[in-house]
């Protein structure tokens, strides 16, 4: 046993794969178990309505459970993960904006993650939390991706350069330039 991503001990990711590929299908479930929530929340934040980002999500684990035998290991397989969840969006938006002229308002039901403890900032929260999802949303994509996977996601620097294709300098760059970007966004709402 060696230590898992979360540090703790048990079964890694390499461990996992090695399974899925000797033919251990309950391998590829407690990958779907680890992924799940991070994979459904990149795709919620892309496709903006839940039903559209459950799709989505869904559609990326088919692709993983495909791709996953040729998985070579020259990233983490979080990153590999990411970059099929952050490719599989950007590749339904496009279709989808060929195709209509549409756009949907992320369903109020999800909530972000709070910042304020206790039940009696719970709807002062929700209002917060939905004013910041609306304007992560307004961002340009290339600010969106990076507040998404550093922000929300926590990925490091390295990962989200791997992820997006992108050197790290960049990745700082842009970050730095989107939350700058977000800042001013939320003064405008006067919600923050």
């Known amino acids: 046993m060696a230590q898992a991503q979360d540090g703790t001990i048990g079964v890694t990711d390499q461990d996992l794969v090695e399974r899925f ?3 251990d299908e ?3 479930n407690e990958i779907v178990g680890r992924y ?3 994979v459904l929340t990149i ?7 839940p039903h559209e ?7 990326v684990f088919i692709k993983i459970y495909r791709g996953l035998p040729a998985f070579r290991g020259d990233s983490k397989l979080s990153t590999w993960i990411h970059t099929i969840a952050i490719n599989t969006c950007r590749n339904h938006i496009s279709f989808f904006r060929r195709l209509f002229s549409r756009r ?7 909530v972000v ?3 304020l ?28 991706e990076i507040v998404i996977l550093k922000d929300l996601q926590e990925r490091s620097y390295e990962e989200i350069g791997e992820i997006l294709s992108i050197n790290q300098g960049t990745v700082k760059s842009r970050l730095h330039r989107a939350r700058e970007a977000l800042t001013e966004r939320l003064k405008r709402s006067k919600a923050f």
């Open 113 to 115: 993650k709070s910042s």
């Open 26 to 28: 309950l391998a590829f």
């Open 53 to 59: 980002a459950l799709d989505v999500s869904q559609e």
């Open 36 to 38: 799940s929530s991070k």
């Open 43 to 49: 795709c919620t934040y892309y496709m903006k309505d």
């Open 104 to 110: 949907t308002e992320l369903n109020d039901e999800l």
């Open 117 to 144: 403890p206790g039940p009696e900032d719970d709807v002062l929260s929700r209002e917060r939390d939905s004013i910041l999802r609306r304007e992560v949303q307004a961002l340009p994509p290339r600010f969106k």
């Open 21 to 23: 590929r000797q033919g």
